[in-house]
Nanobody
Framework: QVQLVESGGGLVQAGGSLNLSCAAS????????TGWFRQAPGKEREFVAG????????LYADSVEDRFTISRDNAMHTSYLQMRSLKAEDTAVYYC???????????????????WGQGTQVTVSL
């Protein structure tokens, strides 16, 4: 059973930075793309960023391009999301997820991911 645990969320002022981590255990990590999603109150869960299993390909939502950086350390079974220049609209619960199929491309729809973490709250104050 794969388990994903996010950490690093918190409260930050607009313009600040936060670094999220997602530690995986209980299954294969390196062959699967991982993604970060977020869900704000009253809104649907949305794709934020994804990275291929080998780390060579990344994809970002337009709203976070040039501000967020996704990376992974397969030896540590961990995915990271560095967030800079945070805005109030970045406030949400952030989730990491593992792709349903090994060696798949990075996909933006949540149905492509079958294991999810419990989420970590990110709050950006004005």
């Amino acid at each position: 059973q794969v388990q994903l645990v996010e950490s690093g969320g918190g409260l930050v002022q607009a313009g600040g930075s936060l670094n999220l981590s997602c530690a995986a255990s209980g299954g294969t990590f390196r062959n699967y793309a991982t993604g970060w999603f977020r869900q704000a109150p009253g809104k649907e869960r949305e794709f934020v960023a994804g990275i291929s299993g080998g780390g060579g390909y990344t994809l970002y939502a337009d709203s976070v391009e040039d501000r967020f950086t996704i990376s992974r350390d397969n030896a540590m079974h961990t995915s990271y999301l560095q967030m800079r220049s945070l805005k109030a609209e970045d406030t949400a619960v952030y989730y990491c997820a593992r792709a349903r199929h090994a060696m798949s491309r990075v996909l933006v729809n949540s149905d492509a991911y079958d294991y999810w973490g419990q989420g970590t709250q990110v709050t950006v104050s004005l």
